[in-house]
């Protein structure tokens, strides 16, 4: 049996949850923003070290093949290195994303049931209480659909 709420009581819970939810959405894309900075980062250091070890390989007067093999195993070790934090940062950038719009559905959500339940009061069609069932917000994830564009395809 659905237990009977007062309707300010149900109106309070719903803007705290769409208060907490609208937070947590903006402090996923901050987190998103982060990340994106921090692989901008990656990009950089990379290059600049590849082009640092170019350098010095075309200023060098004793270029022979059998000095070849050092720069190549170190430009080997930073790729390896460089893809394993690029695919690192780009599992989080991604993680943050499914948060972001798990948060944002639920945020949507509350909204909708917040703006029925003020339609209802606002016909007169409303005694002042509300069903526990009308105002409960579980919270919600995209369809498997959503998954489709963080798989790689390559």
Not at 70 to 87: D, E, G, N, Q
Request: net charge positive.
């Amino acid at each position: 049996m659905a237990e009977i709420i007062p309707k300010e009581t149900v109106l309070q819970a719903l803007n705290t949850i769409i208060q907490l939810h609208f937070e947590k959405t903006l402090e996923k894309k901050r987190a998103v923003d982060l990340q994106k900075k921090e692989l901008w980062k990656l990009f950089q250091i990379f290059f600049i070290f590849l082009s640092i070890v170019f350098l010095a390989q075309t200023q060098s007067p004793r270029l022979q093949c059998r000095h070849c093999w050092v720069p190549i195993i170190l430009l080997s070790l930073a790729h390896l290195i460089f893809y394993v934090s690029v695919a690192q940062t780009l599992r989080c950038i991604n993680g943050f994303k499914y948060q972001r719009r798990c948060h944002k559905l639920t945020l949507g959500l509350a909204t909708e049931r917040l703006r029925q339940i003020k339609m209802r009061a606002g016909n007169g069609n409303d005694d002042g209480d509300v069903v526990g069932d009308d105002f409960e917000i579980h919270y919600q994830e995209p369809p498997e659909t959503y998954f489709g564009k963080f798989k790689r395809n390559w």
